[in-house]
């Protein structure tokens, strides 16, 4: 039963222009949401947080849009750079009936922005 | 800086063998995970603690197990490894629900 969902594997964007990572969720108990990046061999790093009292928020190039109504957030990056190429994780939290103080993860999507 | 330090970056280990995985982190937080991540599965959760000598499953704990003796660390144990549990493992500690801190991981074969 996967509650937060990456539904693509890989992205692939041009340097300068816009990514945009979508993620999806089915537990109405969240509140909570944030992207992790991931490079290869190191451990995820804090990229973005959004409470669900807010529907937008934004740091630097990123920003991340959460609908709550259709259980779906994304994140958008503008521009791109190589650098950006990394694993997104999308994860979730909140006070679900079990423990409150763990995130539940998506798949990733693999993001390849070309110089 | 803050840190969760995995002991091994690379371990290779045989089949039943028993196999522990350190982890240390040195911000104090009492909460503390372990992960695995696997190519289309993303991070699973394995185990996690919210204090000395509490553990709890997470969503995928069979054939591992936990320790959780002083509040820095955190050790995941497979009791006998097997070739399904060739993986990266990652740790994690946190201050509350939103600010997780991962260790660098510990791509495990088991052969």
């Known amino acids: 039963d996967q509650q937060v969902k990456q539904n693509s594997p890989s992205l692939s964007v041009q340097e300068g222009r816009i990514s945009i990572l979508n993620c999806d969720y089915t537990?109405?108990?969240?509140?909570?949401f944030l992207w992790y990046k991931k490079y290869p061999a190191e451990g995820p790093t804090f990229l973005i947080s959004?409470?669900?009292?807010?529907d937008k928020n934004e740091d630097g190039r990123f920003t991340v849009f959460l609908n709550k109504s259709a259980k779906h957030l994304s994140l958008h990056i503008v521009p791109s750079q190589p650098g950006d190429s990394a694993v997104y994780f999308c994860?979730?939290?909140?006070?679900?009936?079990?423990?409150?103080?763990?995130?539940?993860f998506g798949t990733g999507t693999l993001l390849a922005v070309q110089p | 800086d803050v840190k969760v330090t995995q002991s091994s970056r690379y371990l290779v280990k045989r089949t039943g063998e028993k196999v522990f995985l350190e982890c240390v982190q040195d911000?104090?937080?009492?909460?503390m995970f372990w992960y695995r991540q696997d190519p289309g599965l993303g991070l699973r959760l394995i185990y996690f603690?919210?204090?000395?000598?509490?553990?709890e499953k997470g969503d995928i704990p069979e054939g591992y197990s936990v320790s959780r003796e002083k509040k820095e660390r955190f050790s995941l144990i497979l009791e006998s490894a097997s070739t399904n549990q060739t993986s990266m493992y990652l740790c994690?500690?946190?201050?509350?629900?939103?600010?997780?801190?991962f260790g660098s991981g510990t791509r495990l074969t088991v052969v």
């Open positions: 994690a500690s946190s201050f509350d629900s939103y600010g997780y801190t």
């Open positions: 537990n109405s108990m969240f509140d909570y």
């Open positions: 959004i409470s669900s009292i807010k």
């Open positions: 994860a979730a939290s909140g006070n679900y009936g079990g423990a409150t103080n763990k995130l539940i």
């Open positions: 911000m104090d937080h009492e909460n």
């Open positions: 603690s919210y204090d000395v000598k509490m553990k």
